[in-house]
């Protein structure tokens, strides 16, 4: 248990450094959008492909951010319904959960890996190879699996420690 809890540690570093990491994205982000549309409006000169810089920093912010939203309970729970169970059937309802999670975030990983590493285009206008950013769609993916699996694991524990 003690390798595995050092193990979680480790990866739960790199999560958090991921996720910082993308939210220095949203800077330029902001910056870049607001550029745009002061020259589109001001001077009708709009910034040279904003939008495909939008778009792989909004996939860098969505892909890097996503397993430290897991990470800090920060995705949106609707439990209206699970609210009125009893902490033993709350917990086989998360356990479901998380573990459906777990194979759709592993297909998401795999397809995002084979992807990446068959993609070979760029974007029209900048030339920015497509190949990285889709492989981010497996490693954020990963990032995700790893964080749902410990959450998992918790569960697990909680409802044994509930018996």
Not at 47 to 71: N, V
Not at 116 to 138: N, S, W, Y
Request: proline share 2%; glycine share 8%; net charge positive.
């Amino acid at each position: 248990m003690n390798t595995l809890n050092t193990l979680r540690g480790f990866i739960e570093r790199i999560i958090r450094f991921s996720g910082t990491l993308g939210m220095i994205f949203v800077i330029p982000l902001m910056l870049i959008t607001a550029g745009d549309v002061i020259g589109r409006s001001f001077f009708n000169k709009p910034i040279a492909g904003t939008f495909e810089l939008s778009e792989y920093m909004l996939a860098i912010i969505i892909l890097l951010g996503t397993a430290y939203t897991q990470q800090v309970k920060g995705h949106v729970a609707v439990d209206f319904l699970t609210s009125h169970f009893n902490k033993k059937t709350r917990l086989i309802c998360q356990f479901i959960t998380l573990f459906l999670s777990l194979l759709i975030v592993t297909i998401v990983v795999w397809q995002g890996l084979n992807l990446g590493i068959e993609e070979k285009g760029v974007t029209d206008q900048l030339r920015i190879p497509r190949a990285p950013f889709k492989i981010l769609v497996g490693i954020g993916g990963l990032f995700l699996w790893f964080q749902i699996f410990f959450d998992l694991i918790d569960v697990t524990i909680n409802f044994k420690k509930r018996k």
